[in-house]
């Protein structure tokens, strides 16, 4: 199984969100899972890598030529692939995947699952997404989808496609139950 990570370049300010990405790092590689990310040694995209890696698995990133320097591109990968743009940066990670997680990170992480999300919901793909809600990090997230569903812009089978968890036993349990729904958007 390979699993599509997205994450912060940045560490965040609580030291439990890079704990968190580092033990998540090792369970994938415990659990023979491959790790699918953008290809950067900085942050918790670095930090999951590195895990996944010193434990004895496999990581693909997937960086931008442009971000390469910026995001200070990981050379130690299984393989890393220096792509042209973001959109291809993203489609090749979707390509590869089995699942999508978001752990903490900036904008740039929202636009990668909500991308993903998106899809799912279009009947695009029938992989899982996932938030890993480390210290809570997504409850105001939630809370402002629950009022998109509310306000009628959403439906609420679209939010119950969502796996929400901060451990790792769980995320992998039900990304490994996740049944896509029968019926699509429309």
């Known amino acids: 199984m390979r699993i599509a ?3 912060g370049s940045a560490s965040g ?3 439990e969100y ?8 090792r369970y994938f590689a415990a659990q023979g899972i491959d790790l699918v990310y953008g290809g950067g040694k900085v942050g918790l995209m670095g930090a999951i890598a590195d895990a996944v890696l010193i434990a ?7 960086i931008p030529k442009a971000l390469e320097e910026k995001e200070i591109a990981h050379k130690g ?3 890393l692939t220096v792509v042209p743009d973001m959109h291809t ?6 390509d590869m995947a089995d699942a999508f997680v978001a ?3 900036g904008v740039g992480t929202f636009e990668e699952i909500f991308e993903a999300w998106t899809w ?3 009947g695009y793909h029938n992989k899982p997404c996932a938030f890993y809600n480390v210290e809570g990090f997504y409850e105001p997230l939630f809370a402002m989808i629950d009022s998109v569903a509310d306000s009628g812009f959403m439906k609420q089978d679209y939010i119950e496609m969502l796996i929400k968890t901060n451990q790792p036993e769980e995320l992998l349990a039900q990304i490994q139950s996740y049944q896509a729904p029968k019926k699509k958007w429309t």
């Open 77 to 79: 990968l299984t393989k």
């Open 18 to 25: 890079l704990e968190a990405a580092v033990q998540l790092g």
């Open 89 to 94: 940066r993203k489609a090749a990670m979707a």
């Open 103 to 105: 752990l903490p990170g």
């Open 13 to 15: 300010n609580k030291p």
């Open 5 to 7: 990570v997205y994450c």
């Open 56 to 62: 004895g698995g496999n990581v693909y990133g997937f």
């Open 120 to 122: 799912a919901q279009l």
